[in-house]
Nanobody
Framework: QVQLVESGGGLVQSGGSLRLSCAAS????????MGWYRQAPGKQRELVAE???????NYADSVKGRFTISRDNAKNTVYLQMNTLKPEDTAVYYC?????????????WGQGTQVTVSS
């Protein structure tokens, strides 16, 4: 059974920092691209950051220079370090795992963790 379990969300003041973690089980973690998405009330889910199995990263323009995604394949865990948080970063943050090789595809979502940034 595949599980992605997020942790590290919470309430923080504007300008503060949080680190989200996503622990994966039931998948060959090192072969998966991992990502963090977020969804604010009344808005669509959007990509925040992603990291490939090879370690390449990609960020939404709104978080570049403030957020850092990383992975520890030995711990089957992906992290999102969030610095200089702004009220507009308030959302539920979801962990995502994706595998796509030739004709084989699979993707999974975590249950989400709430991040609230107060002004």
């Amino acid at each position: 059974q595949v599980q992605l379990v997020e942790s590290g969300g919470g309430l923080v003041q504007s300008g503060g920092s949080l680190r989200l973690s996503c622990a994966a089980s039931g998948i060959a973690f090192s072969f998966y691209a991992m990502g963090w998405y977020r969804q604010a009330p009344g808005k669509q889910r959007e990509l925040v950051a992603e990291i490939t199995s090879g370690g390449s990263t990609n960020y939404a323009d709104s978080v570049k220079g403030r957020f850092t995604i990383s992975r520890d394949n030995a711990k089957n865990t992906v992290y999102l370090q969030m610095n200089t948080l702004k009220p507009e970063d308030t959302a539920v943050y979801y962990c995502h795992a994706k595998f796509a090789v030739v004709a084989v595809e699979a993707d999974y979502w975590g249950q989400g963790t709430q991040v609230t940034v107060s002004s």
